[in-house]
């Protein structure tokens, strides 16, 4: 079956633009990841959701990123007024109901976001 | 507390030859401990992982050994291959939704 998507693959813009990425979980995958992998580190949580809300966003660096998931499928991370340093992968993950189920994150391929 | 650290940066080993990479970590909540591959250009697959209450879990060639006492965890590659070049990356946590990372190990088996 289909795994997480992610789109786009690729996208650069300038500092002080604004983002959006887009992650696609696999079908029937209630609790969806956002993490940020910068270059030569390991990835870096940002937040969980379980269904349409937000249980956890303690990860989101400031109130310049915003994540979104309205209908508990599909997922989106808006980035505001981009910095140079927010240059990195976005990965995205999704699986059964995460906190204390101990079910597999499985994670797409990522947004590679140069901010120029 | 909620680091995780991970040795080496970088590793090279023969074709055959056992490839070892060790995580450490601080924080005695965390009750899940993952390790992921990491190929070029791809999101990061799950390999192995462990929790606690055992101390060693083997899947084919890959083997996770836990020591409680120490908060040490490994990931030991049996008869690497080239195939297994990639980066790896253990994690840590408490449930599986927030992962702390370890900064990642780049393993290259030479043919």
């Known amino acids: 079956g289909a795994g997480v998507s992610q789109t786009p693959s690729n996208k650069v813009t300038e500092k002080g633009k604004y983002v959006e990425l887009r992650c696609d979980p696999i079908?029937?995958?209630?609790?969806l990841y956002w993490y940020r992998q910068s270059l030569g580190q390991g990835p870096e949580f940002l937040i969980y959701f379980q269904g349409t809300g937000a249980a956890d966003d303690s990860g989101l660096p400031n109130d310049r990123f915003f994540a979104v998931r309205p209908e508990g499928s599909v997922s989106t991370l808006k980035i505001q007024r981009t910095e140079r340093g927010d240059s990195a992968v976005y990965l995205c993950?999704?699986?059964?109901?995460?906190?204390?189920?101990?079910?597999?994150?499985?994670f797409g391929p990522g947004t590679r976001l140069t901010v120029l | 507390q909620q680091q995780v650290k991970q040795s080496p940066q970088s590793l090279i080993v023969q074709k055959g030859g056992i490839s070892i990479i060790n995580c450490a970590y601080e924080n005695t909540a965390f009750d899940y401990f993952p390790w992921y591959q990491q190929f070029p250009g791809k999101g990061p697959a799950l390999l192995i992982a462990i929790r606690p209450d055992v101390s060693e879990k083997k899947e084919g060639r890959f083997t996770i050994s836990f020591n409680k006492s120490a908060k040490q965890f490994s990931l030991h590659i049996m008869d690497s291959q080239p195939g297994d070049s990639a980066t790896y990356f253990c994690?840590?946590?408490?449930?599986?939704?927030?992962?702390?990372f370890g900064t990642g190990t780049r393993l290259k088996v030479l043919a």
């Open positions: 079908s029937g995958h209630t609790a």
């Open positions: 993950a999704s699986s059964l109901p995460g906190a204390i189920s101990y079910n597999e994150q499985f």
């Open positions: 994690a840590a946590s408490r449930g599986t939704y927030k992962y702390i």
